[in-house]
Nanobody, 127 residues
Framework: QVQLVESGGGLVQAGDSLRLSCAAS????????MGWFRQAPGKEREFVAA????????GYADSVKDRFTISRDNAKNTVYLQMNSLKPEDTAVYYC????????????????????WGQGTQVTVSS
């Protein structure tokens, strides 16, 4: 079992930055991949970023590449999402997720590869 708690969301203006955090508890944090997804009203949940268990491999959606950075601190059982140059279209509820099942060769960009989810944190970007 893994419990995930996100924090750091809020209301910002276009061009601003935010850093989301996701604290994990339960199973040993350094043994599984982590991801961030988001869901805007009326839309499906979409992939944002993922990071391998070691932190050496990261992947991003094209829409956030070069603006968002995912990182993890295995000593603190926490994964982060640094969001820069925010746009109104980034407005959504952001969820962190833990992928505890190993899929050989996977980049963990598919939400069905994740077993545990946080409750979400709202990010609103005004124009």
């Amino acid at each position: 079992q893994v419990q995930l708690v996100e924090s750091g969301g809020g209301l910002v203006q276009a061009g601003d930055s935010l850093r989301l955090s996701c604290a994990a508890s339960g199973r040993t944090f350094s043994t599984y991949a982590m991801g961030w997804f988001r869901q805007a009203p009326g839309k499906e949940r979409e992939f944002v970023a993922a990071i391998s268990w070691s932190g050496r491999k990261m992947g991003y959606a094209d829409s956030v590449k070069d603006r968002f950075t995912i990182s993890r601190d295995n000593a603190k059982n926490t994964v982060y999402l640094q969001m820069n140059s925010l746009k109104p279209e980034d407005t959504a509820v952001y969820y962190c997720a833990a992928g505890t099942t190993y899929y050989s060769g996977s980049d963990y960009q598919n939400r069905y590869e994740y077993d545990y989810w946080g409750q979400g944190t709202q990010v609103t970007v005004s124009s």
